[in-house]
């Protein structure tokens, strides 16, 4: 069976874990593939709201089993207080959960290296949420870091202190306060928990999926824009947010992905520092905000809202190879009177359609097409026929620039509210 990936096409918060949440059913296995607590994936259903962080967001579904890949970086405590939560669902998470060995580990003194370097960095802060993710990735690729089996070792506390004390040594470049002893007591417990938990070979794991025939959705976190190589660096996270992330976040070849599913707002969000074309620092872009209840699952930051900017989004295409489009928060838009997106950038008097390297330190002026808003609850249309005429023109002008077939259009956070077109 193919293997459909969902990835994320902006700057993250695009509503991923809804649609994984939607899609899952039809699939034997949600595997995430990259990141770590940092995501928030919001799921809706049954009149409650859950968030889940580093669980596949198939995890309440009936058919699917979850793996967690050696992609993801993990923080036992957090994980234990997830898990935690979903039992209390009626999930039973040992039969559903699968943990990749090579899955790498956060420690506690990762999450205090990480507060440490972003305090020092003061007006150059990146934006880091400050739960260890990037010393992580550090530590992994500089052949340091300690993975999930590890801790199946009988020398897992040895290797520990070892990692522990290298940690010390950099925090003494600081001025920086912190408990450790109290983060530790919670962190040991979280490891005994992860013990308990299905932890497997997760190359071998998915790749037996594989040739049972099984079908696999990969679950990205993040967004492409945040990809360490090619978004908006080095205002990015750690890990490879784009389609190649999949195949060494879970071990997969190539020639199995079949179908990749772009998730982008009908808007365009940022959380934290870095380029943002098309940011609207006034009152639209508040309205933007206050309309979509923008303000982060993980952190609960307020997030910088603008219009669509279709040549990130020709960008993000282009490097996932995305097969199909879903557009959420599509109702945000409903009370708009007139619609803008980005076609293009001048840049010195230059308009190109492409992202240019650095495009931090250029001056950037969006050039817009605008588009008259529908100002109807589209919600109550759930097929195109009865679309209003204004909606179905820029639905048509987004296909037609982007060259990507529209499939879905969320109109609201619960699972119900979807229209699959």
Known sequence: MP?????GAQWGDEGKGKIVDVLAPQYDVVARFQGGPNAGHTLV?????????????????????????????????????????????GVAVEE?????????????????????????????????????????????????GLRVGNILQPDFKAQYHTLKEKHLELLRLYDYDYDL?????????????????????GEYF????LQQGKAILAEGAQGSMLDIDYGTYPYVTSSNTI???VLTGLGLQPKHIREVIGITKAYCTRVGSGPFPTELDNDEGQRLRDVGGE???????????????????????MLSGVTQLAITKIDVLNAFETIRAATAYAIDGVETDRWIFDIGKATVNPVYTSFPGWQQEVEKNTT?????????????????????????LSTGPDREQLIQL
């Not at 998915?206 to 999926?209: E, G, L, M």
């Open 3 to 7: 293997v459909t990936v969902i990835i």
């Open 45 to 89: 259903f049954d009149g409650k709201k859950l968030v889940l962080h580093t669980i596949p967001s198939g995890i309440f579904h009936d058919r699917p089993i979850n793996l967690i890949g050696n992609g993801v970086v993990i923080d036992p405590t957090t994980l234990q207080k997830e898990v935690d939560t979903v039992r209390t669902h």
């Open 96 to 144: 559903k959960l699968y943990i990749a060995k090579k899955a790498h580990l956060i420690l506690p003194t990762h999450k205090v290296l990480d507060a440490a370097s972003e305090a020092a960095k003061g007006k150059a802060k990146i934006g880091s949420t400050l739960r260890g993710i990037g010393p992580t990735y550090m530590d992994k690729t500089g052949r340091n």
């Open 181 to 201: 002893e109290a983060m530790e007591e919670a962190w040991w417990a979280g490891i005994d928990f992860l013990r308990t938990l299905n932890i497997v070979d």
């Open 206 to 209: 998915i790749n037996d999926q």
């Open 243 to 245: 389609t190649a992330g």
């Open 295 to 317: 303000y982060g699952a993980t952190t609960g930051r307020p997030r910088r809202c603008g219009w669509i900017d279709l040549p990130a989004l020709q960008y993000t295409i």
């Open 384 to 408: 195109p026929d009865n679309f209003p005429s204004a909606f179905r023109e820029y639905l048509r002008f987004l296909e037609d620039r982007l060259q990507v077939r529209i499939s879905m």
